[in-house]
Nanobody, 124 residues
Framework: QVRLAESGGGLVQAGGSLSLSCAAS????????MGWFRQAAGKEREFVAA????????LYADSVKGRFTISRDNAKSTVTLQINSLKPEDTAVYYC?????????????????WGQGTQVTVSS
């Protein structure tokens, strides 16, 4: 079992930045892909970014390209989502997820473990 814990959410003004962190514990592996998803109130969960086990491959949703950066520190079993130039439409609960394999994917049903989420609220 893998446990994921997100942190770093909060209230920020439009144009600001946040750094979200996801700490993995339990039966973790540095070779598995990790991802971030978000869900705004009244909307479906959507893909944000993903990173391969070795960190050599990344995927981003078109809506966040150029503003969000995903990275990982396998020695610390953490994945970070750096969010810049925040917009009100980025307001959502952000979830960290992990797979059992090293390949990245945008599909949420292909992730095996999920964190509880961290709220990001962007004021205009």
């Amino acid at each position: 079992q893998v446990r994921l814990a997100e942190s770093g959410g909060g209230l920020v003004q439009a144009g600001g930045s946040l750094s979200l962190s996801c700490a993995a514990s339990g039966r973790t592996s540095s070779s598995t892909a990790m991802g971030w998803f978000r869900q705004a109130a009244g909307k479906e969960r959507e893909f944000v970014a993903a990173i391969s086990g070795a960190g050599s491959s990344t995927l981003y949703a078109d809506s966040v390209k150029g503003r969000f950066t995903i990275s990982r520190d396998n020695a610390k079993s953490t994945v970070t989502l750096q969010i810049n130039s925040l917009k009100p439409e980025d307001t959502a609960v952000y979830y960290c997820a992990s797979r059992r394999v090293r390949f990245v994917t945008r599909r949420d049903f292909e992730y095996d473990y999920w964190g509880q989420g961290t709220q990001v609220t962007v004021s205009s």
